[in-house]
């Protein structure tokens, strides 16, 4: 079978859900960014991409902290690298490390990442349908 109907997407489908999962850890950073004590998280896109492609078969395996759920327990980070705690740029005297324009300009940043993505699949499916139907709309 040729590598092209294996997986038409390449990486990008691994990466789609790896930029949704930064999204929603960033989102929950500005979300508490007046919270006393609330340590801002992050996810390394790098390490997360290589630990998600290790299996060699293009999947991302489910990972559940207990029967029925999704979550950052344990298990979770073995499908995905683990939340990793940001080192804060300026010191705040209630112990919250969020910085909300840092945030701000990463979740800017994961967007474009994201729909970069997006539209690299998007083209492969427009792709594909045209060569299934030969060129004919």
Do not use: C
């Amino acid at each position: 079978m040729s590598p092209i109907t294996q997986n038409p997407f390449g990486i990008h489908t691994q990466a789609l859900d790896l930029w949704q999962r930064r999204a929603d850890v960033l989102a929950n950073n500005l979300a508490n960014a007046d919270t006393p004590g609330y340590l801002a998280r992050d996810i390394d896109f790098r390490k997360a991409l290589a630990a998600a492609g290790g299996n060699g078969d293009g999947n991302l395996p489910l990972q559940a902290p207990a029967a029925g759920q999704i979550g950052d327990g344990p298990a979770a980070g073995q499908g995905f690298a683990a939340l990793a705690y940001r080192v804060p740029t300026q010191p705040s005297m209630d112990g919250n490390t969020v910085d909300a324009q840092v945030e701000q300009a990463d979740f800017a940043g994961n967007s474009v990442h994201y729909q970069a993505s997006l539209s690299f699949i998007t083209a492969q499916i427009r792709m594909l349908r045209t060569a299934i139907s030969g060129g004919q709309s």
